[in-house]
Nanobody, 127 residues
Framework: QVQLVESGGGLVQAGESLRLSCKAS????????MGWFRQAPGKGREFVAA????????YYVESVKGRFTISRDNAKNTVYLQMNSLKPEDTAVYYC????????????????????WGQGTQVTVSS
């Protein structure tokens, strides 16, 4: 049984940082895309960042470029999201995702294509 377990969410002030972790179990995802989506209250689930299947190329939504950094440790089957200079508009439930199409021609992953989801972790940024 595949499980993705997120941790690291919390309440911070604008300008501060958080680091999210997502540990996968049940299978290895070293050759599959892994990344993060988020869902703000009243909005749909939005792609945030991901590693492609090669675990080399990274992709980010425009609004987080330069502030968020995704990394992965294949030995630990874990992916991380370092979030710096957080803004109130970053407030959302952040979901870990695995196994979805993303590439140089499909640079923004779509919610409906994700095979595996974590349960989500709340990130709240106060102004």
């Amino acid at each position: 049984q595949v499980q993705l377990v997120e941790s690291g969410g919390g309440l911070v002030q604008a300008g501060e940082s958080l680091r999210l972790s997502c540990k996968a179990s049940g299978r290895t995802f070293s050759n599959y895309a892994m990344g993060w989506f988020r869902q703000a209250p009243g909005k749909g689930r939005e792609f945030v960042a991901a590693y492609g299947w090669s675990a080399i190329t990274t992709y980010y939504v425009e609004s987080v470029k330069g502030r968020f950094t995704i990394s992965r440790d294949n030995a630990k089957n874990t992916v991380y999201l370092q979030m710096n200079s957080l803004k109130p508009e970053d407030t959302a439930v952040y979901y870990c995702a695995a196994d979805f199409p993303i590439s140089r021609t499909v640079k923004v992953a779509r919610e409906e294509t994700v095979v595996y989801w974590g349960q989500g972790t709340q990130v709240t940024v106060s102004s």
